[in-house]
């Protein structure tokens, strides 16, 4: 008997820990999340700071298309919607261009995180080829 009641124990905290679908969008569209990150000087590697945010579908297929239609800045255009400053604001384009491949690529792989995007070696191979037209 105590066996039942454990499985509707932990069935009853499953249910619990289940969130409705309406809620999870909804904060998730509010969610900022404080990174640090390595980025390299003169003097060596700094820790830096910044604020990413989860994309929403829009966005990350805003950027995809713009990449293929113009053969590049796919993860620019994902760090110009995701990446914040201290303040929560949106870095200039003309900043983020800036950025060394290696910080870029770094931060662009902790949004792509959030936003729930997995891809894997060979998905990251296709979208590289498919967006420079090879």
Do not use: C
């Not at 009853?12 to 309406?22: C, F, H, I, M």
């Not at 003097?43 to 700071?49: R, V």
Request: no cysteine; aromatic share 6%; glycine share 6%.
């Amino acid at each position: 008997m105590a066996n039942i009641e454990e499985l509707k124990q932990e069935e009853l905290e499953q249910l619990n820990e289940t969130a409705s679908l309406e809620s999870l969008i909804t904060e998730g569209a509010d969610l900022r999340i404080p990174i640090t990150f390595d980025f390299p000087t003169v003097n060596g590697l700094k820790k830096a700071s910044a604020i990413i945010k989860p994309l929403t579908t829009v966005e990350w297929e805003n950027a995809q298309s713009y990449a293929m239609k113009h053969k590049k800045d796919f993860v620019l255009k994902i760090l110009e919607k995701g990446l914040l400053n201290d303040d929560g604001e949106q870095l200039p384009f003309e900043l983020i261009k800036k950025m060394p491949i290696g910080v870029a690529t770094e931060i662009y792989k902790r949004i792509a995180d959030v936003s729930g995007v997995k891809q894997d070696k060979e998905e990251q191979y296709r979208l590289t080829k498919e967006l420079l037209g090879f």
